[in-house]
């Protein structure tokens, strides 16, 4: 049914795979599509209990496509928001179906979680990471801002000063200093990620329903509101970034592998 990604019903628990471990699953517009799809299903599923979102291969998620953003900055200034519009506006119909599940989001990390990767990973309800996780927020070395509910969601999680150092100064961090911070539940060994997974879904799923779903909306219901007004303002600042040379800079410095020399003031 999926080109991009893999869903995997059994017993209550749905598994939701990125699949495209060549591109260190950087989710194109196609795979967003069917992430949509996917979730538009599991909304209207009754028997649902867990939803694990997890990514195929080395990494968890790469981020936003780079094959999209190097024809991004191949068009006019003037047509890039049109663009930018189109493929994060998908992308935040994506989140808003996460973070509105009615049942507990299990996210499962290992290796890169790096730009939009990392704003999945602030969505979950609980984050299994592998220790050889590495947690990137990638947005200021490419000229451009957060999306996906980062700029929101991170400093809930982990605090106001430390995420803005995070973001301000492209900082990587180790599934340690995350789960030090609070954004990682539990942290295993890359061999033991499977287990850890099995049994923390097994153990939500046998809980009682009602009650479950109840205490996610006591949990969710001011953040959902505060973060569809951040999304918006959030999609606002990318599309205004991707006019900027800087923006170009940044995306052919990545493709470059080199370090951006931003030009602005």
């Known amino acids: 049914m999926y080109d991009c990604?893999?869903?995997?019903?059994?017993?209550?628990i749905a598994t939701l795979t990125i699949d495209r471990p060549a591109?260190?699953?950087?989710?194109?517009e196609a795979a967003f599509g069917e992430l949509k799809q996917a979730l538009l299903g599991l909304h209207d599923n009754p028997d649902l209990r867990v939803v694990i979102l997890?990514?195929?291969?080395?990494?968890?998620?790469?981020?936003?496509?780079?094959?999209?953003?190097?024809?991004?900055?191949r068009l006019p200034a003037s047509q890039r928001p049109a663009a930018v519009r189109r493929y994060i506006g998908l992308a935040h119909e994506v989140v808003e179906l996460l973070a509105g599940l009615k049942v507990p989001l299990l996210v499962v990390v290992q290796g890169a979680a790096a730009g939009f990767g990392l704003s999945l990973c602030c969505?979950?309800?609980?984050?299994?990471?592998?220790?050889?996780?590495?947690?990137?927020?990638?947005?200021?070395?490419?000229?451009?801002?957060?999306?996906g509910g980062l700029?929101?969601?991170?400093?809930?999680?982990?605090?106001?000063?430390?995420?803005?150092?995070?973001?301000?100064?492209?900082r990587g961090f180790d599934a340690e200093q995350a789960q030090q911070w609070g954004l990682v539940s539990s942290r295993v060994?890359?061999?033991?990620?499977?287990?850890?997974?099995?049994?923390?879904?097994g153990q939500l799923g046998a809980g009682p329903g009602v009650a479950t779903a109840n205490t996610l909306m006591l949990l969710r219901s001011q953040r959902l509101d505060?973060?569809?007004?951040?999304?918006?303002?959030?999609?606002?600042?990318?599309?205004?970034?991707?006019q900027s040379d800087d923006f170009v800079e940044g995306v052919t410095a990545f493709?470059?592998?080199?370090?951006?020399?931003f030009l602005s003031a």
Do not use: H, M, W
């Open 123 to 147: 969505l979950a309800d609980l984050l299994v990471a592998s220790d050889n996780s590495r947690f990137v927020p990638a947005y200021i070395g490419l000229g451009a801002t957060p999306d």
């Open 23 to 28: 591109e260190l699953n950087a989710i194109s």
């Open 255 to 261: 493709l470059e592998r080199r370090a951006p020399r």
């Open 226 to 242: 505060a973060l569809r007004k951040v999304l918006d303002a959030e999609l606002d600042s990318f599309a205004d970034c991707a």
């Open 54 to 73: 997890k990514g195929n291969g080395k990494a968890f998620c790469a981020g936003g496509d780079i094959v999209f953003f190097a024809e991004l900055i």
């Open 189 to 201: 060994a890359a061999g033991d990620l499977d287990a850890e997974v099995a049994r923390l879904a």
């Open 5 to 12: 990604i893999q869903l995997v019903c059994d017993q209550g």
């Open 151 to 170: 700029s929101y969601n991170l400093p809930r999680l982990i605090g106001a000063g430390r995420a803005a150092d995070l973001l301000l100064n492209n």
